[in-house]
T-cell receptor, first 113, second 112 residues
Framework: DAGVIQSPRHEVTEMGQEVTLRCKPI?????LFWYRQTMMRGLELLIY????????DSGMPEDRFSAKMPNASFSTLKIQPSEPRDSAVYFC???????????FGPGTRLLVL | QKEVEQDPGPLSVPEGAIVSLNCTYS??????FMWYRQYSRKGPELLMY????GNKEDGRFTAQVDKSSKYISLFIRDSQPSDSATYLC????????????FGSGTQLTVLP
């Protein structure tokens, strides 16, 4: 299995631009999680989906952030408009109900200038 | 106060040393305890998983959970330079999603 796939791996953009991060979970996994990692705040859960349905988005910092999962093999995290404080590494993780924990992708390193 | 507290280090040890990494937590609902290893510029990867209290051993790694003290530990025996990474403890309750709450991570360097 290829594991969780994320794209792009790196993104540099200017303040005010729209940013879209993409994730392909491991086939057969029914939970998908989006995290943000910074030096100051560590690894924070932003939102998670179960069977493509958003269950808990309480970690999404602002309305500028939105996430979708149109099908079982694809999810997006969008930031519009982006701000410098959004600079972080964004991870996607997936899990199957029969497994005890989550498997992480390689992350997208976002820099907003 | 954070739900999970972890000493960020950095921790530097000579090759062959025994390493002890620890986390404390405040939420008594946590039942699943994990250690993730994260190499520089990579995603976290699961290293050890333990349910409830007790010990679990896997090669050079031993995970311990003391629920009465709300304290978990990871021991690395005969540490190697390849063990140099950030180690994150993570915990979850019994909900079906098993949402993880992470510690801040301990940066470990094993010197050859």
């Amino acid at each position: 299995d290829a594991g969780v796939i994320q794209s792009p791996r790196h993104e540099v953009t200017e303040m005010g631009q729209e940013v879209t991060l993409r994730c392909k979970p491991i086939s057969g996994h029914d939970y998908l999680f989006w995290y943000r990692q910074t030096m100051m705040r560590g690894l924070e859960l932003l939102i998670y989906f179960n069977n493509n349905v958003p269950i808990d988005d309480s970690g999404m910092p602002e309305d500028r952030f939105s996430a979708k999962m149109p099908n079982a093999s694809f999810s997006t995290l969008k930031i519009q408009p982006s701000e410098p404080r959004d600079s972080a590494v964004y991870f996607c993780a997936s899990r199957n109900r029969g497994l005890e924990t989550q498997y992480f992708g390689p992350g997208t390193r976002l820099l907003v200038l | 106060q954070k739900e999970v507290e972890q000493d960020p280090g950095p921790l530097s040890v000579p090759e062959g040393a025994i390493v002890s990494l620890n986390c404390t937590y405040s939420n008594s609902a946590f039942q699943y305890f994990m250690w993730y290893r994260q190499y520089s510029r990579k995603g976290p990867e699961l290293l050890m998983y333990t349910y409830s209290s007790g010990n679990k051993e896997d090669g050079r790694f031993t995970a311990q959970v003391d629920k009465s003290s709300k304290y978990i530990s990871l021991f690395i025996r005969d540490s190697q330079p390849s063990d140099s990474a950030t180690y994150l403890c993570a915990m979850s309750g019994s909900g079906s999603a098993r949402q993880l709450t992470f510690g801040s991570g301990t940066q470990l360097t094993v010197l050859p």
